[in-house]
């Protein structure tokens, strides 16, 4: 069981908007401004899409952003295209001697 | 740009030792933490630990005890090391590089080790 709770599956259709849900506790996602989140094409490396909760790093569509409100960190992706089909996944830090916290990640369907 | 490879044994048997290696180019391992994550078939990805340049490490305490990550500057590479592997240790294993503790980029390719006799 991941320490990050995120739904196993979500879709939607070409040119909508959805959005992803992390959730955690006030001991990681609750207590520090460090979530990102990863893109992950079947057989692909992970790639980092959102850091910092809602920085985009150079080179990814702006139709990603990132928020968090309390325990629970999201990821939305408006205009949604065929190629943005993929597994997601949100990490978290947790301070202590746990450090690090990835969910369990989400599969993305473009109807 | 910076390129992460990762290279070692895919079949591993169980009570062994899983070590794999990174090699990093186009960039140095002088700076920035260096991590290891891994992800077991059709499961989420795990953070396994990570070393600091300086040589300083943190690790997931759920892999305390069993795991060392190393570094060696002179051939710009960073290892892991996992003793008394078991079945619950196969995954795809993937190094990345940490600008901060939850920014990983960019990743290597990854590597598929299965403990098994």
């Known amino acids: 069981q991941s320490a990050l709770t995120q739904p196993a599956s979500v879709s939607g259709s070409p040119g909508q908007s959805i959005t992803i849900s992390c959730t955690g506790t006030r001991s990681d996602v609750g207590s520090y401004d460090l979530v990102s989140w990863y893109q992950q094409h079947p057989g692909k490396a992970p790639k980092l899409m959102i850091y910092?909760?809602?920085k985009r790093p150079s080179g990814v569509s702006n139709r990603f952003s990132g928020s968090k409100s309390g325990n629970t960190a999201s990821l939305t992706i408006s205009g949604l295209q065929a190629e943005d089909e993929a597994d997601y996944s949100c990490c978290s830090y947790a301070g202590g001697s746990t450090f690090v916290v990835f969910g369990g990640g989400t599969k993305l369907t473009v109807l | 740009q910076v390129q992460l490879q990762e290279s070692g044994p895919g079949l591993v048997k169980p009570s062994e030792i899983l070590s794999l290696t990174c090699t990093v180019s186009g960039g140095s391992v002088r700076s920035y933490y260096w991590s290891w994550i891994r992800q077991p078939p059709g499961k989420g990805l795990e953070w396994i630990g990570y070393i600091y340049y300086s040589g300083s490490t943190n690790y997931n305490p759920s892999l305390k005890g069993r795991v060392t990550i190393s570094v060696d500057m002179s051939k710009n590479q960073f290892s892991l090391r996992l003793t008394s592997v078991t079945a619950a240790d196969t995954a795809v294993y993937y190094c990345a590089r940490a600008e901060q503790l939850t920014i990983y980029d960019p990743w290597g390719q990854g590597t598929l080790v299965t403990v098994s006799s």
């Open positions: 910092d909760v809602n």
